[in-house]
């Protein structure tokens, strides 16, 4: 017998499985038709988001930076239940801020890393 948990978990990893689908879907039909059309590689991955330091810096200090996220967004007006398109603005602003408040030189580390990470991606690229 499936537990509310499990019910929970499949009723998140489908919605998150149909935000990729329609992703994917928008991606491509921003494009020309078929004749005209780009390799599907090339118009997906050109669509990917753009590294800024911040976000190397969030990813790369979970420890550190969630406790910090969390108390900044709940100040902020953020709770558990807010729904996605209102809630990631309100985590960007928070990252904007929290990156903000690092010194000069933290800074220009994390934006060196995040260029680093953007010429790797371009590698990737076909």
């Given at each position: 017998m499936l537990s509310t948990f499990h019910i929970q978990r499949d009723k998140h990893l489908i919605f998150n499985i149909q935000r990729v689908e329609k992703?994917?879907?928008?991606?491509?039909?921003?494009?020309?038709?078929?004749?005209?059309?780009?390799?599907?590689?090339?118009?997906?991955?050109?669509?990917?988001r753009r590294t800024c330091a911040?976000?190397?810096?969030?990813?790369s200090n979970p420890d550190?930076?969630?406790?910090l996220e969390h108390d900044a967004m709940v100040t902020?007006?953020?709770?558990?239940?807010?729904?996605?398109?209102?809630?990631?603005?309100?985590?960007?602003?928070?990252?904007?801020?929290l990156f903000a408040a690092l010194t000069e030189e933290e800074q220009e580390e994390w934006e060196k890393k995040s260029?680093?990470?953007k010429a790797s991606?371009?590698?990737l690229k076909p």
């Open positions: 992703k994917i879907f928008n991606i491509l039909a921003t494009r020309n038709g078929p004749s005209g059309g780009t390799d599907i590689l090339k118009a997906v991955l050109g669509e990917m911040r976000d190397v810096w969030a990813r550190t930076y969630g406790p902020a007006g953020w709770y558990p239940d807010m729904p996605r398109e209102k809630a990631f603005p309100i985590q960007m602003s928070v990252r904007s801020t260029k680093e990470e991606k371009e590698n």
